[in-house]
């Protein structure tokens, strides 16, 4: 269907658009173009950092690596991904400029003196009371003291602070801020400090709402077999039922939220752990294989 309407453009001297892309979402496309850290913004942040601290392709790939990303650099298109995302962004599609031979002719411009290492730190700010609020490898069941703790790693708290997170993963959550802080007002409100409390708040306000809706259609049924001075009264009532109704409906998808959100966090926390293991035992090799040449240029 393109290629036709391609060519009756082409036929009647109207516009063509060459190599169409698909367009984001509104929401993404104000994001991105406000300058907030989407995973494409994030994208090209990183990968500026490490064509500029990267004397050749593969400290380069070193770098990308030790931020936690995963790159397939083979073939015309290079592409790359964090590991939660099931596809590769190709990295012309992040900056056109973005080729192989472009990046090539970049490395080693601002890194002259040395390469520049990846680096993912934590918030030197957390709390006594949260620094084991989370563990690795292990599910998280206190999510109120998992959110302050996620809210310190991202630099939410404390407020006025220095501290920015250097990891993708986290510099990508930084874009939900709000629905995070939402959720924690949610949780301190109604005394949500573990996953049974969340489990029991969402129980509650299921099997409130259902008897609500019952009493809903009650007072419908009601309406129909009142007397015109009566149905201005039911509606009134129903009016009143249906804003509760709408109310507990919030509470239950806030509980959803924070349920799939916390989950996220655990997720998140675990690969940012590896990565940085990955990055230590790398570093602890390092100087048996400097040792080894050293060895060899002696005898």
């Given at each position: 269907m393109r290629e036709v309407s391609d060519r009756l453009c082409r036929e009647y001297g109207l516009s063509v658009i060459?190599?169409?892309?698909?367009?984001?979402?509104?929401?993404?496309?104000?994001?991105?173009?406000?300058?907030?850290?989407?995973?494409?913004n994030v994208y090209r942040e990183d990968l500026r950092e490490a064509i500029n601290g990267s004397r050749d392709l593969q400290h380069m790939m070193k770098y990308l690596i030790d931020k936690g990303y995963e790159i397939d650099f083979s073939g015309s298109y290079w592409k790359m991904k964090l590991p939660q995302y099931k596809h590769f962004t190709r990295l012309d599609t992040l900056d056109e400029r973005l080729?192989?031979?472009?990046?090539?002719?970049?490395?080693?411009?601002?890194?002259?003196?040395?390469?520049?290492?990846?680096?993912?730190?934590?918030?030197?700010?957390?709390?006594?009371q949260y620094k084991n609020a989370w563990k690795p490898h292990q599910k998280t069941t206190g999510i109120l003291a998992l959110y302050y703790y996620w809210c310190y790693q991202l630099g939410i708290f404390p407020k006025g602070t220095d501290y920015k997170p250097t990891s993708p993963l986290m510099k990508e959550e930084l874009r939900k801020l709000d629905e995070i802080t939402a959720q924690v007002r949610y949780m301190s409100k109604h005394n949500i400090s573990t996953l049974s409390d969340l489990h029991a708040d969402r129980e509650k306000n299921q099997t409130e709402m259902n008897k609500l809706i019952d009493y809903r259609q009650h007072l419908r049924n009601k309406v129909r077999r009142a007397t015109p001075a009566e149905k201005e009264t039911l509606r009134a009532e129903k009016q009143g039922v249906t804003e509760r109704i709408t109310e507990l409906r919030k509470r239950l998808k806030y509980a959803d939220g924070i349920e799939k959100r916390s989950a996220h966090i655990d997720n998140c926390l675990n690969q940012i752990h590896d990565t940085?293991?990955?990055?230590?035992?790398?570093?602890?090799k390092q100087p048996v294989k400097t040792d080894r040449r050293r060895e060899e240029s002696l005898r």
């Open positions: 060459e190599n169409p892309k698909k367009a984001p979402s509104r929401p993404l496309y104000l994001d991105e173009k406000s300058g907030k850290p989407t995973r494409y080729t192989p031979d472009f990046i090539r002719s970049c490395l080693g411009g601002a890194s002259r003196y040395g390469n520049y290492k990846a680096k993912i730190s934590y918030s030197p700010h957390m709390p006594e940085i293991e990955n990055q230590r035992q790398n570093r602890q």
